[in-house]
């Protein structure tokens, strides 16, 4: 899984005083905090313990703007739906999760947006082969 933690971390921390070396405090942190993340999940995925699902930059900002949180049951949902829609030959598909909508990338193994509640009410989703109740 490919996160982009930088940019993550840039949404929820804002920009902190400048240290020498050009470098913010919290870029600073933000960074050994990415580093760390990337380390734990690539033992996590080496252990067999991680979904294989990966999450789009505009999907994570999505995520955290709406304050959804998915935890690792979830993800295994979704990992299980994207193998699931691909054994149907499906490429991009809707997979809807309680009140949560996602649009993903079944051949990417990517969420690429998603909507929760109201704000996934009266929308038309495009470009999907498929959809898959979670």
Request: hydrophobic share 40%.
């Amino acid at each position: 899984m490919d996160w982009d933690t930088q940019k993550i971390q840039a949404h929820l921390g804002g920009v902190g005083p400048v240290t020498p070396g050009g470098e913010t405090s919290s870029t600073k942190s933000s960074r050994e905090a990415g580093d760390a993340f990337r380390l734990a999940l690539k033992e996590a995925q080496e252990a067999g313990k991680a979904p294989d699902v990966n999450v789009s930059s505009h999907a994570a900002e999505r995520l955290m703007q709406r304050g959804i949180v998915l935890d690792s049951n979830d993800l295994q949902k979704i990992s299980d739906g994207m193998d699931r829609a691909n054994e149907k030959g499906a490429r991009d598909s809707l997979m809807v999760l309680r009140d949560l909508a996602l649009v993903v990338s079944v051949e990417n193994r990517t969420v690429i947006t998603a909507l929760q509640g109201e704000s996934a009410r009266d929308n038309v989703f495009t470009q999907i082969d498929s959809a898959v109740l979670l």
